[in-house]
């Protein structure tokens, strides 16, 4: 059992900064614009052998309405309420501001525990401002530098006490538990990331899955910057849900803090097993979608594509023969692609989208013996033989074996791998596709030469 730790303050005095330094990871954006991070980000973190569970925030504002920064607030409110204790960040070289004590007369009323933490206090520059930090009435302030890794045996001392609060009771717990141990590992998590254009819905579709309003959502689009992960289960299975800032094209692209967002998409899109592409239904499979599709593919990762806003397409039929028609000139290197119409906003389709990744991850995961191979190549050679070379000798391919799965790669083995068309290659990634199910999985087909043991040998 651990704690929960928020960590709060005003934009821009180095929260994510602290939460990459606590989790021991570069999971949060960093950068010297004020206002990076939006949603609330949660991770495994700790302090040499205390371990606890840390919340990134977007900075305080005093907004209360339903603007963005209204909406953002809410969001960390609700953080703060869930936490055991809050550290609230000031920034001690720039000094305490009107701001700073607004939300330390409003942390004081809130009834969680407060740790203040005066952040920038390498060097001399800071320590007028921790000082300073005293008249926030919010007790001794905790002199830190989260980018220098400096300070952090005082913040264990100051946690100590919550960490020894959630230790007891789980120390009796075990004491009294005598049950058998399970030896079997469960099924590790499904890596479920949501990916496309902005504003398709994206947030909108995680907060329904998850039944719950964890990623800021609204009009303004571009509101995501983070991939934020949330741990969720489907019918018995574990899934962690990645939600992702949206893919423009990179021409269009000239924020520095949207170039960070658009690498965080892409790193999370490898990370997947399984990556739900959305599209809106008014503009089905745009040029920038079979971008993302094929970026997708390309990383091997099982393909699944949500057709968001269904319920406003008036000729339904005619958009489904477009996006079929669109798929099979586009993308026929994942034939027979999962395609799922929903509304993220009403929670129309959820389930069909759920049982459409599911089942693209098993097929996705899909080993098939060397002997059914085997024996499938000698049907599909009988039935159509390799061509012939320039010089008149045609090719004999030897065998044929899975190397891998995740996605489904073979090596197939032959004299003359450069001699092989391409064209025949693709005859047999449709061949496997069609005889083992591989429907919509990106499949991998090597050529290797089989070396001849009777070669003289230099």
């Known amino acids: 059992m651990t704690f929960k730790v928020a960590i709060v303050g005003r934009p821009n005095v180095g929260k994510s900064t602290l939460f990459n330094r606590l989790s021991g990871r570069r999971q949060a954006l960093v950068h010297d614009q004020p206002g990076v991070t939006r949603d609330r980000r949660e991770a495994e973190g700790g302090i040499a ?10 900075g305080l504002e005093e907004a209360k309405d339903d603007s963005m920064e209204g909406r953002m607030r809410r969001q960390t409110d609700r953080a703060m309420a869930e936490a055991d204790v809050v550290l609230f960040v000031v920034d001690s070289r720039a000094g305490i501001t009107p701001m700073d004590e607004v939300f330390a007369g409003a942390l004081r009323k809130s009834g969680t525990p407060v740790i203040l933490v005066a ?13 300073e930090s005293f008249s926030l009435g919010l007790g001794e302030p905790v002199a830190l530098s989260a980018e220098h890794g400096e ?11 919550f960490a020894d609060a959630t230790a007891a009771p789980a120390k009796e717990e075990e004491e009294e538990e005598d049950a058998p ?3 079997e590992a469960p099924d590790r998590p499904l890596h479920l990331a949501i990916v496309g ?7 909108t579709l995680v907060n329904k899955l998850l039944g719950d309003e964890r990623m800021l959502t609204g009009p303004e689009a571009g509101l995501t910057r983070d991939a934020i992960a949330s741990q969720w289960s489907y019918g018995g299975r574990v899934i962690r849900l990645v939600d992702t800032a949206g893919l423009r094209r990179r021409a269009n692209i000239h924020d520095p803090v949207e170039k960070l967002s658009t ?14 592409v959305m599209m809106d239904a008014a503009a089905i499979l745009d040029k920038q979608d079979l971008t993302i599709a094929r970026l997708v593919v390309d990383e091997g990762r099982a393909l699944v594509l949500a057709i968001n806003k269904w319920d406003s397409v008036d000729n339904r039929a005619l958009a489904l023969k477009k996006l079929e028609d669109r798929l099979e000139t586009s993308l026929p290197q994942v034939r027979g692609v999962p395609t799922v119409t929903i509304s993220a906003l009403k ?13 693209v991850e098993k ?13 499938w190549l000698a049907d599909m050679t009988e039935r159509h033989p390799p061509p012939a070379t320039h010089g008149g000798k045609r090719l004999r391919l030897r065998y044929m074996t899975q190397v891998r799965a995740r996605p489904p790669t073979f090596a197939l083995f032959t004299q003359r791998a450069d001699d092989l068309p391409e064209s025949y290659t693709r005859y047999l990634i449709n061949g496997l596709r069609d005889t083992f199910g591989l429907a919509g999985i990106p499949i991998r087909l090597a050529l290797r030469k089989r070396r001849n043991p009777y070669a003289d040998e230099d």
């Open 197 to 203: 254009r902005p504003n398709v819905g994206k947030s």
């Open 263 to 276: 690498s965080n998409t892409i790193e999370a899109i490898r990370m997947a097993n399984v990556v739900v």
């Open 363 to 375: 097929r996705w995961n899909q080993r098939i013996s060397t002997g059914q191979l085997n024996r």
């Open 151 to 161: 300070g952090f045996d005082e913040l264990y001392e100051a946690l100590r006490p």
């Open 49 to 58: 052998d205390m371990v606890f569970t840390i919340v990134d925030t977007a």
């Open 347 to 359: 929670g129309a389709g959820m389930d069909r989208l759920m049982d459409a990744v599911v089942d």
């Open 119 to 131: 952040n920038k206090c390498e060097g001399r520059a800071g320590i007028p401002g921790m000082y």
């Open 181 to 183: 141990v399970d030896e």
